[in-house]
């Protein structure tokens, strides 16, 4: 298959062959004619699969066939993130190069101004977060009457951080005449819901089976104590295969802590998570990006959605406790045509989860031992790693012999020495259960 036979416009086909694309990925081959043809559409398909090509170049296409209207807004993009606002923003500036087409960005934690003033100039084209775009809207800034289509990325994940009743609020205000688009990784029920809500006889577009995670991606398990995930982790590290790394923590302090044992043991290491600035985020993003660090820590939210080609491992230092989550971190490594690997390192805390994802995956996932790695090193007097807890893992594992504290169980052998490696107390004195927050922030 060529993007010659699709129907692009020439100007978007050289910008595609300067990306240096010879051909379209499986959903931009079976999505770009739909969207062409002014259809609805619901792309399923998992991130790095080349999506959001997918609906970027026809979109760029019909929008350079039309014409643009001073003060209006005839496109609007809307995504769960900042990040993966910034991220489609360079996608279609890209894209657009040899267009000239307007382009805006609305996402909260930074100044309104700017926003305000590009709403106010109009724009072919407005990629958003929910959150912000309805205040904006409801302070009437932006023309949104001449609206032609509408996009709504990673609608699974939008959902999950609670973004319906905005996302409702900001549609009721576009034109009903118009083209909608659903991209989401995975087809729930309430994914059918919403797409029932704003879709009007929709092409569906599937790639690969539901909620399967990549399958260009080598996956394998770590079952370790919990108190010894940091020593296994750098050890895992002194492996220079580890080139570029997505460590995952499921809360932010816990990614702090993760980073800042790394960088006591040499190893450039940035955060990314919710607590910390746009700039401080966009910059740790920049660093990875540009491999002045080897390794990012971050937390699901904060990571959705990066597009970063080159990630060779994606490592779960905590096993995420949605199937989900875990599709979508491994879906960072492996991009596209790439081959990467994704690491659980497993506690028995997390037992649980691992076998719920299994089943979910309806695939075992190979256990390995770490050569040379001692297992048996008892935990430090004050254990460095809190236990699961907090509200989505609460019920589930906060109690019960799996949810004791490592450190205290029937078998641990109690107080001891650090575990190799150092770390221990140094990073301990972190926050408790006090501080464990809801998962589901915008
Ligand atoms: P996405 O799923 O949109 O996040 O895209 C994943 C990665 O695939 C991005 O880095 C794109 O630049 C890249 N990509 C998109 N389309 C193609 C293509 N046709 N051939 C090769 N790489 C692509």
Not at 122 to 133: Q, S, Y
């Amino acid at each position: 298959m060529d993007f010659r036979n699709l129907g692009l416009d020439p100007r978007v086909l050289r910008a595609v062959d300067d990306a240096g694309y010879t051909e379209p990925t499986p959903i931009q081959a079976a999505a770009i004619p739909v969207i062409l043809s002014g259809r609805d559409l619901i792309g399923i398909a998992q991130t790095g699969t080349g999506k959001t090509a997918a609906f970027t170049l026809p979109l760029l296409t019909r929008l350079a066939a039309g014409h643009s209207s001073p003060g209006h807004i005839r496109t609007l993009v809307l995504a769960p993130t900042r990040e993966l606002v910034v991220q489609i923003h360079d996608n279609v500036r890209d894209y657009a190069r040899y267009l000239s087409l307007s382009v805006a960005t609305v996402f909260g934690g930074v100044g309104e101004k700017p926003q305000i003033e590009a709403l106010r100039r109009g724009a072919d084209l407005v990629i958003a977060t929910p959150g912000r775009l309805l205040d904006l809207m409801g302070r009437r800034y932006g023309n949104f009457s001449g609206i032609g289509h509408l996009v709504l990325d990673e609608a699974d994940r939008m959902l999950d951080m609670g973004f319906l009743p905005a996302i409702r609020d900001v549609v009721r205000q576009l034109p009903r005449r118009r083209q909608t688009l659903l991209f989401s990784a995975t087809l729930s029920r309430e994914i059918e819901a919403v797409a029932g809500e704003f879709l009007q006889s929709p092409q569906s577009v599937e790639i690969g089976r539901r909620s399967n995670p990549a399958e260009t991606v080598d996956q394998s398990v770590y079952e370790v104590p919990r108190h010894l995930k940091g020593a296994m982790l750098q050890q895992l590290l002194r492996d220079p295969a580890l080139s570029m790394v997505l460590v995952f923590a499921r809360m932010k302090h816990g990614a702090d802590r993760i980073a800042r044992r790394l960088e006591q043991h040499g190893v450039r290491t940035a955060t990314l998570h919710s607590n910390r600035s746009q700039n401080q985020r966009l910059r740790a993003l920049a660093e990875f990006k540009g491999g002045a660090v080897r390794v990012l820590v971050a937390t699901d939210i904060a990571a959705r959605g990066i597009d970063v080609d080159g990630i060779s491992h994606v490592v779960n230092y905590d096993f995420p406790p949605a199937p989900e989550d875990y599709v979508h971190r491994i879906g960072r490594t492996g991009r596209a045509q790439a081959v990467g690997s994704a690491i659980s390192l497993v506690s028995p805390d997390e037992a649980d989860d691992l076998r719920a994802l299994e089943t979910f995956i309806r695939r075992t996932l190979p256990r390995r031992r770490l050569e040379g790695f001692d297992y048996s090193a008892p935990a430090p007097a004050a254990s460095a790693e809190p236990p699961r807890g907090g509200p989505r893992g609460g019920p589930r594992h906060g109690r019960g012999p799996q949810g004791a504290r490592p450190s205290r169980g029937p078998s641990s052998p109690g107080p001891g020495p650090r575990p190799p490696g150092g770390g221990g107390r140094s990073a301990g004195a972190s926050p408790r259960g006090g501080t464990f927050r809801p998962r589901r922030f915008r």
